[in-house]
């Protein structure tokens, strides 16, 4: 297993179910995978587990597995929402921030509503992302929870209200990367590399040869462009990091 020698900055993690054949029944089995950009802005996996289920001690084990091949300078751990995982971060990455996939919560707001009214309430969320800070975005938030209470859409207010910060986390970082940061879509085109690879294999014996072959997939993925091209200028994030560090200087 190599050692993760230098920093990465923002972290994509996901849990991916493959089905496993287990005493004749056929169970879903997790494998949850870390992608990092590292200080140079090129994209690495970092690394794949069988996880029990997508559960805290699975996601905590997995952190710390990272941890201790030297996984450090976290500032960013792009996910979907998954209260197991953002509890072992806490514990494990204290520092690190955490950004909720801007489209995994508009599908979760598009749970809750019928399904006609799914393209005026996807273009609302839509203009609370396109703001241009945070505090804008909030406001905009509010008005759109606001215009759905308006329109009988209680729970699609309630799932804005209660949720919206987690997905604004981007907005602290460069603008030049909001685009790639405020996603899993990074960390979805693997996966979806990896589904079309395991369909024709499907149930597998256990959750070993899942992971055999997840990472077989890894590699090949790692082996080609994906790996070679330079995802994100991070000269602005060092740079920005420099500013708000002048600024407490001079505030404090």
Not at 42 to 51: C, D, F, M, N, S
Not at 139 to 144: I, L, N
Not at 162 to 185: C, F, R, S, V
Request: glycine letters at 8%.
């Amino acid at each position: 297993i190599r050692p993760l020698a230098e920093e990465y900055p923002y972290i994509y993690v996901d849990g991916v179910f493959l089905k496993r054949s287990w005493g004749g029944e056929v169970k879903n089995v997790s494998i949850l995978i870390a992608i990092g950009v590292n200080k140079d802005g090129y994209r690495e996996i970092l690394g794949a587990v069988e996880g029990m289920k997508e559960d805290k001690e699975s996601w905590k084990n997995f952190f710390i597995f990272l941890k201790k091949r030297g996984l450090s300078g976290v500032r960013l751990v792009i996910g979907d929402k998954c209260l197991g995982m953002l509890e072992s971060l806490e514990e494990v990455y204290p520092n690190a921030k955490y950004q909720r996939c801007t489209v995994h919560f508009s599908r979760n707001v598009f749970s809750v509503i019928p399904h006609g009214k799914i393209p005026i309430v996807n273009r609302m969320l839509k203009a609370i992302h396109a703001q241009e800070n945070k505090n804008t975005a909030r406001v905009k938030a509010q008005a759109v929870a606001q215009q759905l209470r308006e329109m009988k859409l209680t729970a699609a207010a309630k799932k804005i209200e209660t949720g919206i910060d987690e997905t604004l986390t981007y907005m602290d970082y460069p603008a030049q990367h909001w685009n790639k940061i405020k996603t899993t879509n990074l960390i979805e085109r693997v996966n979806r590399e990896i589904k079309r690879r395991t369909r024709a294999i499907g149930a597998f014996p256990d959750g070993q040869s899942a992971l055999m072959l997840v990472c077989a997939r890894l590699r090949y993925v790692a082996g080609t462009d994906w790996g070679a091209k330079r995802y994100l200028n991070m000269q602005h994030l060092f740079e920005l990091e420099k500013e708000e560090i002048n600024e407490q200087k001079s505030t404090g």
